[in-house]
């Protein structure tokens, strides 16, 4: 069974403070997904990853960063995180021989 | 740029009734994936099923089909004999391509609600 894990289910930051989300997945997949889901918007593709180190940017890159130092671990940070933030955020990975995404329970952030 | 689109925020269904729910797509690519993804109140994503450009035949799951039209654009998810459970936002989602880096993308999504 794969597994996709994520740091928090939920977290509460204040505007300014950096903020790390952590993705975990335990099924070797090179394809790594990082979104955001707000309601009426359905889900937005921040950025991807396709291998240890390599990333793209997504829809709406704008105010995050990423890290892949290790094939399993994906990185979603906030440099500094802004009330227009809040959101739940949700980590995919996917072996690119296949066609199914599979998702992490989604980390809701709340920026006060 | 590819796009999905679900014009449906919101429907109401009569449980036992079939449901239907409306997706189109736009890309320009003539290689891609459709899919229907739904995720429960307790916010998990759950894969229902999946349509490739070049299949034949619609694509089936159990109690889910999907209504694969291609010169129109649309990959409809069908849900037959709907059942409580059904209650859920439902997401379609299309890949471009079949490469290592292609991405997923999302429509706005849909509220399906089963009446007992």
């Known amino acids: 069974d794969v597994k996709v894990t994520q740091s928090s289910r939920y977290l509460v930051k204040r505007t300014g403070e950096k903020v790390f989300l952590e993705c975990v997945q335990d099924?070797?997949?090179?394809?790594m997904f990082w979104y955001r889901q707000d309601p009426g918007l359905g889900l937005r593709l921040i950025y991807f990853s396709y291998d240890v180190k390599m990333k793209e940017k997504g829809d709406i890159p704008e105010g995050y960063s990423v890290s892949r130092e290790k094939k399993e671990r994906f990185s979603l940070i906030l440099e500094s995180a802004s009330t227009n933030q809040t959101s739940m955020y949700l980590c995919?990975?996917?072996?690119?021989?296949?066609?199914?995404?599979?998702f992490g329970p989604g980390t809701r952030l709340t920026v006060t | 740029a590819q796009k999905i689109t679900q014009t449906q925020p919101g429907m109401f269904v009569q449980e036992k009734e079939a449901v239907t729910l409306d997706c189109t797509y736009d890309t320009s690519d003539p290689s891609y994936g459709l899919f229907w993804y739904k995720q429960p109140s307790s916010g998990e994503m759950i894969f229902l099923i999946y349509?490739?450009?070049?299949?034949?035949q619609n694509a089936t799951e159990g109690r889910y089909s999907l209504n694969f039209q291609k010169a129109r654009k649309s990959a409809n998810l069908v849900i037959s004999a709907s059942q409580l459970g059904d209650s859920a936002m439902y997401f379609c989602a299309m890949r471009e391509s079949g490469s290592s880096a292609s991405k997923i993308i999302f429509g706005s999504g849909t509220r399906l609600s089963i009446r007992p």
């Open positions: 349509q490739g450009s070049y299949d034949q």
């Open positions: 099924m070797d997949h090179e394809n």
């Open positions: 995919a990975s996917r072996d690119p021989q296949g066609y199914e995404q599979y």
